[in-house]
């Protein structure tokens, strides 16, 4: 210890030990929330319609209808459903399901604890019925919150290689596999929760995002970074690695208050690679103006005692300016 001590000089050490203080403290009130959490009683209902459909002959429509009427348009008649029964592709979108997910034990594991959390930090919400189902690869619709009720596209999560993705953008295909169904169920929650920007600066919508996944942090702190924002750990890294060039990319050009709405192309949709017009594109994931945002409301976050219902309905302005925001070097 002796031989560690004399590398440091006074004022080194005082600032090494608060690190090490505030670190401490941090852990303590995480422990202290997550016993909290653990605590709270969620009456999770999962209905897992897919399999009730695979198993389910002509004669048991009328009670699937019954029971799951927003799944069956009153436009449709029962031989469309009966003909869907007999399809060779449902049969097999059924199946990959079945293999892939079996007792749905996990994810209703992982569901549960998301659930506690948006209980703690938001006590009125009502817990929504979630209904699993086949979607025919409806991938832009693979989760779907509307009031009490969750559906959840299953087929939608059978993993990026499967050959059901086979066509598809490798940056697509990517986001299909069930380590991100926890967290694309928190970005739909998210979505009831922030306000979209009216505000037409590049900015605005960078911290939007970065307020969802800032939330993603405290409502499923067990997923990896890289599962909430729907990166692979690769390109998790790379973000990392390259914040700072990053961040002065922005500044440097003045893109942070520029109202150009071609920039969200370039850094907030889902691509194969954010468009920075450098030679480093190709090796870029997308959507690195999210990450940025993230960092923003991090940083912010760090910075003040705001709380969390609280941040949500700051001006991203305001969140930039408190935040003191400086990239890691």
């Known amino acids: 210890m ?22 401490i403290s941090s852990c303590g009130e995480t422990d202290k929330t997550e016993e ?9 209902k999962i209905s897992r319609f897919d399999r009730e459909f695979a198993n389910a002959s002509v004669d048991d429509i009328p009670k699937l209808k019954a029971k ?20 060779t592709l449902q049969i097999e979108l059924s199946e990959e399901v079945a293999k892939e997910f079996g007792d749905f034990q996990q994810e209703s594991a992982d569901l549960e604890s998301l659930f506690k959390h948006i209980k703690y930090y938001f006590p ?18 693979r989760i779907i919150l509307v009031d009490s009720l969750l559906l959840i596209g299953l087929d939608n999560y059978l993993g990026e290689d499967h050959h059901f993705y086979e066509g598809m953008q490798r940056y697509i ?12 169920v928190a970005s739909a929650f998210a979505k009831k929760v922030i306000s979209y920007p009216r505000n037409r600066a590049l900015l605005s919508r960078m911290v939007y995002y970065g307020k969802e996944l800032y939330l993603k942090d ?43 709405t071609g920039l969200d192309r370039k850094f907030l949709d889902p691509a194969p690679f ?3 017009g450098l030679e480093l594109d190709n090796e870029s994931p997308g959507r690195l103006g999210r990450y940025m945002g993230w960092q923003i409301v991090r940083a912010f976050m760090e910075k003040t005692d705001v709380g969390l219902k609280q941040m949500l309905d700051i001006p991203a302005d305001e969140i930039l300016k408190q935040s003191n925001y400086k990239p890691k070097r």
């Open 68 to 87: 799951y009427p927003y799944l069956f348009p009153e436009q449709f008649p029962d031989s469309v459903w009966s003909a869907k029964l007999a399809d």
């Open 274 to 276: 954010t468009k920075f």
């Open 218 to 260: 405290k409502l499923i702190p067990s997923a990896s970074d890289a599962q909430k924002i729907g990166y692979s750990e690769e390109e998790m890294e790379w973000a990392r690695a390259n914040e700072e060039q990053m961040w002065k990319y922005f500044v440097e050009r003045e893109l942070l208050y520029s109202t150009d």
């Open 173 to 184: 295909a990517s986001s299909l596999d069930k380590k991100f169904l926890t967290s694309d």
């Open 36 to 44: 909290e959490v653990a605590k709270i009683p969620v009456d999770l």
């Open 124 to 141: 009125a919400t009502e817990t929504p019925h979630i209904v699993t189902l086949t979607s025919d690869v409806r991938y832009e619709s």
């Open 2 to 23: 002796k031989r560690l001590l004399k590398y440091f000089t006074i004022p080194v050490l005082r600032c090494f030990i608060l690190v090490m203080i505030l670190s």
